[in-house]
């Protein structure tokens, strides 16, 4: 399984972007998808991720603002009224396995820096 993330920029606050991510390979049996994002001095984070009959699930921090999708092989993180400190490395993974928490995610792509200021 591959992934490759696409939409990183940088923004002003309040601003929007559209992140995406490619999958690619033996994606048959996926069953989890999810974006996290490592801030500067801060450990990696889960942001939201999406699952079996679509059910997703966001970190309060962003509930209200990102939207979490699936369009075919490719999932979208849609970020609206962007704040500072959502700048950072947005990362794409995926499971398998049912989708009930931010472990266990096997497969993860490269990264794509969004930038708020």
């Known amino acids: 399984v591959q992934l490759v993330e696409s939409g990183g920029d940088s923004v002003q606050a309040g601003g929007t972007l559209r992140l995406s991510c490619a999958l690619s390979?033996?994606?048959?049996?996926?069953?989890?998808l999810g974006w996290f994002r490592q801030r500067p001095g801060q450990e990696r984070e889960g942001v939201a991720r999406i699952g079996y009959l679509d059910s997703v699930v966001y970190a309060d921090s962003v509930k209200g603002r990102f939207t979490i999708y699936k369009i075919r092989d490719t999932v979208v993180l849609q970020m609206n009224s962007l704040k500072t400190e959502d700048t950072g490395m947005y990362y794409c993974?995926?499971?398998?396995?049912?989708?009930?928490?931010?472990?266990?995610?096997?497969?993860w792509g490269q990264g794509t820096q969004v930038t708020v200021s």
């Open positions: 390979g033996y994606t048959y049996s996926i069953q989890c």
């Open positions: 993974a995926a499971r398998f396995g049912s989708c009930r928490d931010w472990l266990g995610f096997t497969y």
